[in-house]
Structure formats: C-alpha cells, structure tokens
C-alpha cells in the first residue's frame, strides 16, 4: 500500500525555525515534493528531492533519505505569510509512468 | 504567461444535476492531472493525461465521474448525476514532459463544488 505521514498541525513564532516531517511508504520511489498551499488556494511546488541530501532553496531547504523512507522541510526566518498548509508528495512509478501521492498536509500556524 | 485555467470557479448544484467542470492546461505542458481535495481524505488524484490519452484512471471513485481531453489545451471532468458526498474542491494540473528529470505540477485555482 502506500502511506505518507506528516503531523497534522504545527505552530511556531514569527522569526523562528520550524522543521515538517514526512515519512513515507510506498511501492517505488521516484522523488519527493513539498508543495505550500495557502487557504483556499491552489498547491505551489517549493521543493523536489529525489536523491538523499539536503537542497537549499532561500529561507526553505528540504532533506531526504531514501533508506529511512523520511523527509522533512525547513522554514527559516518564519514570516506571518508562511502560515499555510504544507503537502508531502511522493512520486511512485505505476506502470510505464508514475503518479504523484500526496500526504493530507500539516497545517503551520506562524504567531508574532 | 497564464497558468492553468479552471472554470467555473464555484459551482452550486442539486443532486442529480450534471456537473461539468473545464480545464486548459498550461501551452507546452503534456501532462494534465484532475484532482479532488476534501477536509477528509485530502488530495486525491482522480485521472490524468499524457499527450491527451488518459493514464491512470484508478483514483475516479465511481462510473459517475467521467474525463475527457479532446486536445492539448482542453480537459472536461463531468459529474452525472451529482451527489452531495462530491461536494469538495476540484484542481486541474499539467506539468511538462520530462518525467526523468522529475517535473513539478502546476496547480490551477480549483474549482469548489458543492451539491445540495
């Protein structure tokens, strides 16, 4: 089957670090997204990993770790805008091609 | 550039009521994806397209749900009859070709359906 895992709700305080996890379980990987999605919103791609290490992307990094099956994002320097939902989602080969699965979302909540 | 277009953007119907909602992907991008979102089970993919052949139609819940890409820069997903339990909120996605060297999906405003 396949599971992605991430906390439901997260908050921190304007400035700070927060870091999202996800785990995943799925039959096949072909890399992993995070998406940020705003209160009725569409989803927007912040980030992709498909081979184990850190990617560095502004004031967001995102890691992985393919033997472990886990993932996380960083939001430095945390603004009031960065309160949002954010998506974990796996690429998973099916067949000659492949789907995204996406995680239901961790809703982070950035106070002053 | 535009992004993904969606249309209508809201949706109020009564079930048993036929429900069309519409899709022009972004010009370029092969990939075209039809998503559900609800509080409960989350994003889920529904079909998706590739050079306007559908895929992967394992996520449409039942015969009732129906998609069509006639060409490149057009997609229907159609609801008939509507029931209320498919109240949520629709996206549209394309993505790029280059599937190698992993490509993001961009999303479309959504459309929110709601089924009384």
Redesign the interface.
């Known amino acids: 089957g396949q599971n992605i895992d991430q906390p439901t709700e997260m908050t921190a305080t304007e400035g700070a670090i927060v870091q999202i996890n996800c785990t995943y379980q799925t039959s096949g990987f072909n890399?992993l997204?995070w998406y940020q999605q705003h209160a009725g919103?569409?989803?927007?791609?912040l980030s992709?990993n498909?081979l184990d290490g850190l990617e560095e992307k502004g004031r967001f990094s995102s890691f992985l770790s393919r033997s472990k099956g886990y993932s996380y994002l960083l939001l430095k320097e945390l603004q009031m805008k960065d309160s949002a939902s954010y998506?974990c989602a796996v690429?998973a080969p099916?067949?000659s091609?492949?789907?995204?699965?996406?995680?239901?979302?961790t809703r982070l909540l950035v106070r002053p | 550039d535009a992004g993904v277009i969606q249309s209508p953007r809201h949706e109020v119907t009564e079930m048993g009521q036929e429900v069309t909602l519409r899709c022009k992907p972004i010009s370029g991008h092969d990939y075209l994806?039809w998503y559900r979102q609800t509080m409960m089970r989350?994003?889920?993919?529904l079909i998706?397209f590739?050079n306007n052949v559908p895929?992967?139609d394992s996520g449409m819940p039942e015969d009732r749900f129906s998609a069509k890409m006639p060409n490149a820069s057009f997609s229907t997903l159609k609801i008939q009859p509507s029931e209320p339990r498919d109240s949520a909120v629709y996206?549209c996605a394309s993505s790029p070709p280059g599937?190698a060297g992993?490509s993001?999906?961009?999303?479309?405003?959504?459309t929110r359906l709601t089924v009384l």
Do not use: C, H, W
């Open positions: 890399g997204f919103e569409a989803p927007t791609f992709y498909v998506l690429r099916m067949d091609s492949y789907k995204l699965i996406f995680g239901s979302g | 994806f989350g994003l889920e993919l998706y590739n895929i992967d996206f599937l992993g993001e999906q961009f999303f479309g405003p959504g």
